[in-house]
């Protein structure tokens, strides 16, 4: 069965610094990951997907993530961390090949505080 | 392009009474999806429809909780009665055929008193 373990449910940062937000998924098949982002009172966004390409996957407002299958991580990064960054980040896995349901499955959220 | 939309954005009633929440996908979108989302978690899957089908229902709690998308576009999600446990917000999304990116809509924040 598929699953994802976000293993931090609060991550603070300052303004300027560099944002880690990690995930360790688990998967019998090739999974395909996303990372999605949730501001207060708006829908999910998605920033970035994995669909066995590249490895390093680029998505909007500057954040990428590496696949990384021998640790079964997919860790989002930026750089530098910017005010309106602060939200709700899930990790989701979902199923690949010809089964696929395109049932997404959820972390449990981090909430990314960022400091002035 | 309008995003998935849905109504109304927040509802609030007494346990025991019915309620509805209305999602309109973007257009072209065959596939629909309804969460529900508990406060401090991620959401979870009610349901998921292909057109007007309904392909995987199994976490939807038949008992009280129905859904329809008649015409294979817009959809309803119904519970009657209510309780005070389904006190969350009801996501909808949506996707094109084949493609595993979804498309959230902003949720219907319920509160049942």
């Known amino acids: 069965a598929q699953s994802v373990t976000q293993l931090d449910s609060h991550v603070s940062v300052s303004e300027g610094t560099p944002v880690l937000l990690r995930c360790n998924y688990s998967?019998?098949?090739?999974?395909?990951l996303f990372w999605y982002v949730q501001h207060p009172n708006k829908g999910l966004q998605l920033l970035l997907k994995y669909t066995s390409a590249a490895t390093l996957v680029k998505g909007i407002n500057g954040f990428e993530a590496e696949f990384k299958k021998s640790e079964t991580s997919f860790h989002l990064t930026k750089p530098s961390a910017h005010m309106s960054d602060a939200a709700e980040y899930f990790c989701v896995v979902t199923l690949n090949g010809s089964s696929n349901t395109g049932k997404l499955i959820f972390g449990q959220g981090t909430t990314l505080q960022v400091k002035p | 392009e309008a995003g998935v939309v849905q109504s109304p954005r927040y509802k609030i009633i007494e346990k025991k009474q019915p309620v509805a929440f209305w999602c309109n996908p973007i257009s072209g979108h065959n596939t629909l999806y309804w969460y529900l989302q508990n406060l401090g978690q991620g959401p979870e899957l009610l349901i998921r429809?292909?057109?007007?089908?309904?392909?995987?229902d199994s976490q939807l709690p038949k008992d009280r909780f129905s859904a329809e998308r008649l015409k294979g576009v817009d959809s309803t999600l119904k519970i009657q009665p209510a309780e005070l446990g389904d006190s969350a917000v009801y996501l909808c999304a949506s996707a094109a055929r084949g493609s595993y990116e979804q498309y959230f809509g902003p949720g219907t924040r319920l509160t049942v008193t």
């Open positions: 998967s019998s098949y090739s999974p395909s």
């Open positions: 429809y292909e057109n007007e089908e309904a392909v995987d």
